[in-house]
């Protein structure tokens, strides 16, 4: 519970150089002894317990609160006017170039943009390129040969020969960008989320969905860098940014100061609807690595 109070609604402590997975012992036992953060402890963490308001007592409206669009990092920006319907013999189309190392969140989103193309009035095509194996096939997002080798060795100058960021983003503009010029609208990445950085130089809207950490598989020098791109980015007129979950865009904020909006992964490629007939029974939907919290929640429950 000390870890509760510490690291606060969403137990998630954070800074440039770390991430959002669990904080570790180490981090802990650090924060603990700096007495100028006014840590609770003490009788004051008893009071805490015993008075303390936590964030599952106000029920589903907490969730509603924080998932609600107003007062996030999108609302202020530009949105396109919808098209009165008579102007609408010919549907705009939108043309997304996206690629990942996991596809759930990319496949998510073109699920979403194509099912409700009558509803949105925008017919988008989704030009796939993620490296996740057999996954991509279940969303139609699989690359070809020739582009996953492309990718592939764009990727190894980063990662494996370690040439330094500017170089390899050059790379990434002189092999991609007048494809990319001519093929695609937008720019989307998801997990991880820094591979676009690399086609920044091309000046095209992005679109970002966060599901795991803004830092994650990015090299040490490189994290200041990407964090200032990040925020211009999460702020700029020009992109797009929503988070997996509530958790997620709260984490954005505690990082960067921002609330990017919460737009929910459904599963909605798998035809399947949760229909709570049971009074008894809990629908438990877990991502990432959060097994423990899993396993904590059904533990309250064997408790009860």
């Known amino acids: 519970y000390l870890a509760f109070v510490m690291l606060g609604d969403f137990m998630t402590y954070d800074g440039l150089s770390s991430s959002t997975w669990p904080v570790d012992s180490m981090m802990v036992l650090l924060n603990v002894h700096m007495v100028s953060q006014f840590l609770v402890t003490g009788h004051q963490l008893e009071n805490v317990r015993a008075f303390g308001k936590q964030p599952g007592l106000a029920g589903p409206d907490f969730v509603r609160l924080h998932s609600r669009w107003q007062g996030t990092s999108e609302a202020g920006k530009r949105t396109a006017r919808p098209a009165e319907q008579d102007m609408l013999e010919k549907m705009p189309e939108l043309r997304i170039w996206q690629i990942d190392g996991h596809t759930a969140l990319a496949g998510e989103a073109k699920t979403m943009l194509t099912r409700f ?97 803004v830092m994650w598989d990015l090299r040490e020098e490189d994290r200041k860098g990407w964090a200032e791109d990040f925020y211009r980015i999460l702020v700029g007129q020009q992109h797009v940014v929503v988070a997996m979950s509530v958790f997620m865009a709260r984490s954005v904020q505690w990082q960067f100061g921002v609330r990017p909006p919460a737009l929910r992964v459904l599963g909605l490629h798998a035809h399947a609807v949760y229909v709570p007939l049971r009074n008894a029974s809990v629908l438990v939907s877990r991502f990432g690595t959060s097994g423990a919290l899993s396993e904590c929640m059904f533990q309250k429950f064997v408790q009860a």
Do not use: H
């Open 117 to 213: 193309t009558e509803a949105i009035r925008v017919r988008v095509t989704f030009l796939g390129n993620s490296f996740a194996g057999n996954v991509c096939r279940n969303y139609g997002l699989c690359m070809a040969a020739a582009d996953r080798e492309l990718l592939q060795n764009l990727l190894d100058r980063y990662y494996k020969k370690k040439e330094s960021f500017e170089v390899v983003a050059n790379a990434w503009e002189a092999a991609l960008g007048p494809r990319l010029s001519q093929e695609a609208d937008v720019l989307m990445c998801g997990q991880p989320l820094s591979w676009c950085r690399f086609l920044l130089g091309l000046n095209k809207p992005i679109f970002l969905y966060v599901g795991l950490p």
